[in-house]
């Protein structure tokens, strides 16, 4: 009896071994996925020189930051992320062709133009200047995103800061060319100062998400921050500093701030309003440390949801209940079944959030959405999430929504895409013009000599009671390593239908830890590029060559700028972008959607471009396309396309006009 009762208590050790080891080596298996080879076939990209500011390279380049003095131990920690990077039209040209970089090896936002732009939209790179606000070394920049705050259909941008509240750099209206004084810097968030130094809250963002979020026509502007609101980069300043106050549910970070477009005037002196809406998104979901957010409307209502993905603990997918003038969002949670484990249940994530993004994975007209984690083997090893739509139309989802229930089952497995590294930020797009989606992932942490990763592995011990103290944390040091030396992943689908990543056989495996990732159809050939931000690392961009690329629909959306006069003069596009637009289209071979994305993700920003690969499909496509005007009310329209670029201004209906 007594020895039948020790191999019963022995039992659930044995298993908890057997389910472990079988995981592991699932996990092994999953990485070394077959077909990689003849997959890369397909692709070709050639890495071309960035134009950096006149004497750019000739300054001191940073390799680490100065930080609060309770986070000197953990200074190579606390410096791993804030590099960023964007695509999109910044000379009004309609090409995607301009770059906003934030290269932390000088702390400086830089704006300049991709590789591949003609010779007509080419203009001396430059930095975002703050002057006149108040602006010191406490801070530095992490996130740049293009962007019309102000409607006359000109883009500026939103710079994300540590340390203080973001700056909207706008426009003026007689600018002709991309410069320094071309630009306006103003506070997005109110603040006044009487000595010329700051005195608002101290900021750290990580995310920001830019949308149609009330349906009236106009950007508002989600913020993520990660440290509370503290001096985590001034050397001098008072030990304010915290962690995480657990390693799977902590809830002690800046967190969520939603800010609301009230108004704008443009002209040499443009202005734009933004007002706090405090109680958009239910407390309990605002305040995890943010370090990436993004968002698609998965009703047709015109509104996107908003999903937070949150390190060191659940991620947050929140249900747009705004009417104009009121933003409002209500948490939704997957359902768990027998055989789900609980920490793939959506809402109950307990892993390491880096990045999101939503796409039509599966090629039936529905949005999924893809959540970067930490997923190193023989470290942390959790997984990405894949979340795919369960519904059979947006109203069977407004219904789930409604109810509280996210219907999205976690299959990142069985797609190929569980196990990648320490990653960051993901993007699905299509290069190839085949009609289905490759995956884009940005890896690594802190790249040194010395493997820390024990170190890490027992930290992650530790009782929650002691972990949000500095002091209780482990040393990272220069010269110390965690996931320092993962490169670039890119996920193409073999001949199976499962994703592999070719990263090495396209000569992507740059062994530099990376960031943030951008994409656009950078000569408007139909040709689909990206760069990449790293960390600690000059930014790089890949300009797509591959030789057999199928035939493409790339819709450019516009509504019509609050100042029509000038149209396609100086920095000023046909119109300006429509927020919010999502088209559905179908082809013989089936339905796809997509959206125009205003910025998302981890700090990676890709163009406003919306597009679809039709693979050898050459006849007519139709495509129904949904928008909200200036005054909030929804439209819809169902048109018949030419493969191709078009150029659609909405209005009350859809029109197509010419390019610039």
């Given at each position: 009896?007594r020895?039948r009762?020790?191999l019963?208590?022995?039992?659930?050790?044995?298993?908890?071994?057997?389910?472990?080891?079988?995981l592991?080596?699932?996990?092994?298996?999953?990485?070394?996925v077959?077909g990689?080879?003849?997959?890369?076939a397909?692709?070709?990209f050639q890495?071309?020189?960035?134009?950096?500011p006149p004497?750019?390279?000739?300054?001191?380049?940073?390799?680490?930051?100065?930080?609060?003095?309770?986070?000197?131990?953990?200074?190579?920690?606390?410096?791993?992320?804030?590099a960023?990077?964007?695509?999109?039209?910044?000379?009004?040209?309609?090409r995607?062709?301009?770059?906003?970089?934030?290269?932390?090896?000088?702390n400086?936002?830089?704006v300049?133009?991709?590789p591949?732009?003609?010779?007509?939209d080419r203009?001396?790179p430059?930095?975002?200047n703050?002057a006149?606000?108040?602006?010191?070394?406490?801070?530095?920049?992490?996130?740049?995103?293009?962007?019309?705050?102000?409607?006359?259909?000109?883009?500026?941008?939103?710079?994300?800061?540590?340390?203080?509240?973001?700056?909207?750099?706008?426009?003026k209206?007689?600018?002709?060319t991309?410069?320094?004084?071309?630009?306006?810097?103003?506070?997005?968030?109110?603040?006044?100062?009487l000595?010329?130094?700051y005195?608002?809250?101290?900021?750290?963002?990580?995310?920001?998400?830019?949308?149609d979020?009330?349906?009236?026509?106009?950007p508002?502007?989600?913020?993520?921050?990660?440290?509370?609101?503290s001096?985590v980069?001034d050397?001098?300043?008072?030990?304010?500093?915290l962690?995480?106050?657990?390693?799977?549910?902590?809830?002690?970070?800046?967190?969520?701030?939603?800010?609301?477009?009230?108004s704008?005037?443009?002209?040499?002196?443009?202005?734009?309003a933004?007002?706090?809406?405090?109680?958009?998104?239910?407390?309990?979901?605002?305040t995890g440390?943010?370090?990436?957010?993004?968002?698609?409307d998965?009703?047709?209502?015109?509104?996107?949801e908003?999903?937070?993905?949150?390190?060191?603990?659940h991620?947050?997918?929140?249900?747009?209940?705004s009417?104009?003038?009121?933003?409002?969002?209500?948490?939704?949670?997957?359902?768990?079944?027998?055989?789900?484990?609980?920490?793939?249940?959506?809402?109950?994530?307990?892993f390491?959030?880096?990045?999101?993004?939503?796409?039509?994975?599966?090629?039936?007209?529905?949005?999924?959405f893809l959540?970067s984690?930490?997923?190193?083997?023989?470290?942390?090893?959790?997984?990405?999430?894949?979340?795919?739509?369960q519904t059979?139309?947006?109203?069977?989802?407004?219904?789930?929504?409604?109810?509280g229930?996210?219907?999205?089952?976690?299959q990142?497995?069985?797609?190929?895409?569980?196990?990648?590294?320490?990653?960051?930020?993901?993007?699905?797009?299509?290069?190839?013009?085949?009609?289905?989606?490759?995956?884009?992932?940005?890896?690594?942490?802190?790249?040194?000599?010395?493997?820390?990763?024990?170190?890490l592995?027992?930290?992650?011990?530790?009782n929650d009671?002691?972990l949000?103290?500095?002091?209780?944390?482990?040393?990272?040091?220069?010269?110390?390593?965690?996931?320092?030396?993962?490169a670039?992943a890119f996920?193409?689908?073999?001949?199976?239908?499962?994703?592999?990543?070719i990263?090495?056989?396209?000569?992507?495996?740059?062994?530099?830890?990376?960031?943030a990732?951008?994409?656009?159809?950078?000569?408007?050939?139909?040709?689909?590029?990206?760069?990449?931000?790293?960390?600690?690392?000059?930014p790089?961009?890949?300009?797509?060559?591959?030789p057999?690329?199928?035939?493409?629909?790339e819709?450019?959306?516009?509504?019509?700028?609050?100042?029509?006069?000038?149209?396609g003069?100086?920095?000023?596009m046909?119109?300006?972008p429509a927020?919010?637009a999502?088209?559905?289209?179908?082809?013989p071979?089936?339905?796809?959607?997509?959206?125009?994305?205003?910025?998302?993700?981890?700090?990676?920003?890709?163009?406003?471009?919306?597009?679809?690969?039709l693979g050898s499909?050459?006849g007519?496509?139709?495509?129904?396309?949904r928008?909200?005007?200036?005054g909030?009310?929804?439209?819809?329209?169902?048109?018949?396309?030419?493969p191709?670029?078009?150029?659609?201004?909405?209005t009350?209906?859809?029109?197509?006009?010419?390019?610039?």
């Open positions: 009896m020895q009762e020790r019963r208590r022995l039992v659930p050790g044995v298993l908890a071994v057997a389910v472990g080891t079988s592991c080596l699932s996990a092994n298996a999953a990485v070394a077959s990689g080879e003849r997959a890369a397909k692709y070709k890495e071309l020189p960035i134009a950096l004497g750019y390279d000739n300054q001191h380049m940073n390799t680490i930051r100065e930080v609060n003095p309770s986070y000197h131990k953990i200074r190579s920690w606390i410096s791993a992320v804030g960023g990077i964007a695509i999109n039209d910044v000379t009004g040209h309609g995607a062709d301009g770059m906003c970089i934030v290269d932390t090896r000088t400086q936002a830089i300049t133009y991709t591949t732009a003609p010779a007509s203009f001396t430059f930095t975002l703050p006149p606000l108040p602006y010191d070394g406490t801070m530095a920049p992490t996130g740049c995103a293009p962007g019309d705050f102000t409607g006359d259909g000109r883009i500026g941008f939103l710079v994300t800061y540590w340390g203080r509240t973001p700056i909207l750099f706008l426009p209206s007689d600018a002709t991309p410069s320094p004084s071309a630009y306006v810097p103003r506070e997005l968030v109110p603040s006044q100062t000595d010329g130094r005195h608002g809250p101290r900021w750290n963002t990580d995310a920001v998400y830019i949308g979020l009330d349906g009236s026509g106009h508002s502007v989600v913020i993520g921050n990660y440290w509370p609101d001096d980069l050397p001098k300043g008072i030990k304010n500093v962690m995480p106050n657990s390693f799977s549910s902590a809830n002690n970070a800046g967190g969520a701030h939603v800010l609301r477009w009230v704008a005037t443009a002209g040499t002196d443009p202005q734009a933004y007002v706090e809406d405090h109680d958009a998104i239910p407390f309990e979901n605002s440390w943010t370090l990436a957010i993004s968002g698609a998965l009703t047709g209502d015109g509104l996107a908003v999903y937070l993905a949150n390190d060191f603990g991620g947050y997918l929140l249900y747009n209940q009417t104009p003038g009121r933003i409002k969002f209500t948490e939704v949670k997957g359902q768990r079944t027998p055989t789900t484990p609980k920490s793939f249940v959506l809402g109950n994530g307990s390491k959030g880096m990045g999101v993004d939503f796409a039509d994975l599966t090629g039936n007209g529905r949005f999924d959540v984690n930490i997923n190193v083997p023989w470290g942390l090893q959790e997984s990405n999430f894949v979340f795919i739509n059979k139309s947006e109203a069977e989802m407004a219904r789930q929504l409604g109810a229930i996210a219907p999205f089952t976690q990142a497995q069985q797609y190929g895409l569980a196990w990648t590294g320490w990653c960051w930020d993901v993007k699905a797009d299509d290069f190839l013009n085949s009609g289905e989606k490759e995956v884009v992932q940005t890896t690594g942490f802190v790249k040194g000599e010395v493997n820390r990763w024990n170190w592995q027992e930290a992650a011990t530790m009671e002691l949000d103290n500095p002091d209780m944390w482990p040393n990272f040091q220069p010269g110390d390593d965690v996931s320092g030396h993962e670039l996920y193409a689908k073999n001949s199976s239908g499962t994703y592999v990543n990263s090495s056989l396209l000569g992507l495996a740059v062994q530099t830890p990376t960031r990732v951008a994409t656009g159809d950078t000569t408007s050939t139909g040709a689909l590029d990206f760069a990449v931000a790293r960390q600690w690392g000059p790089a961009f890949y300009a797509n060559q591959a057999n690329r199928g035939n493409v629909l819709l450019k959306l516009y509504r019509p700028s609050t100042t029509p006069s000038g149209a003069s100086g920095l000023k046909i119109g300006s927020y919010g999502t088209v559905e289209i179908t082809t071979r089936g339905a796809q959607i997509s959206q125009l994305d205003g910025g998302g993700g981890h700090v990676g920003f890709r163009s406003f471009d919306v597009r679809f690969g499909y050459a007519p496509v139709s495509a129904r396309v928008w909200r005007d200036v909030g009310a929804s439209h819809q329209q169902s048109l018949s396309l030419t191709g670029v078009h150029n659609l201004m909405l009350d209906s859809v029109k197509e006009v010419p390019s610039r």
